[in-house]
């Protein structure tokens, strides 16, 4: 297991401060979204439990399901063998997790045609 501080040290991060982070229910494996973390709010989500954000729009750190009361609680929280991407594991209140009321924010399907062989 890495210590708090470690992990951070470990990952990296772009020239704006900022890391991907996906969230995936720990419970059935679905991608529920994507959202970008810095320092601060990897920081915050370690001391509560609960997921922050950074959000690129608003130039501040949000807590998701501050307004909407979709909370995410963090179970387990990794980073990839790269350091650039961390996915956290969470259990989504409310079960919606996208701003548009969806479940996951990954519900836009492309039709793949792969060429016969």
Same mark, same amino acid.
């Given at each position: 297991m890495i210590l708090p501080s470690e992990?951070?040290?470990?990952?990296k991060f772009n020239s704006q401060g900022l890391i991907? !982070?996906?969230a995936q229910d720990y419970r059935d494996g679905t991608i529920l979204m994507m959202a970008w973390m810095n320092a601060e709010s990897i920081q915050k989500t370690l001391a509560t439990g609960? !997921?922050?954000y950074w959000s690129r729009s608003r130039s501040e750190l949000w807590h998701k399901g501050a307004t909407s009361g979709h909370i995410q609680k963090v179970?387990?929280?990794f980073y990839d063998c790269d350091?650039?991407?961390?996915?956290?594991?969470?259990?989504q209140i409310g079960d919606i997790a996208c701003h548009?009321? !969806?479940?996951?924010c990954f519900?836009? !399907?492309?039709e793949i045609l792969f060429p016969q062989t």
């Open positions: 992990m951070i040290r470990n990952l991907p !982070a996906i609960e !997921a922050h179970k387990e929280l350091g650039d991407t961390i996915l956290i594991k969470i259990e548009t009321g !969806a479940r996951s519900f836009n !399907a492309v």
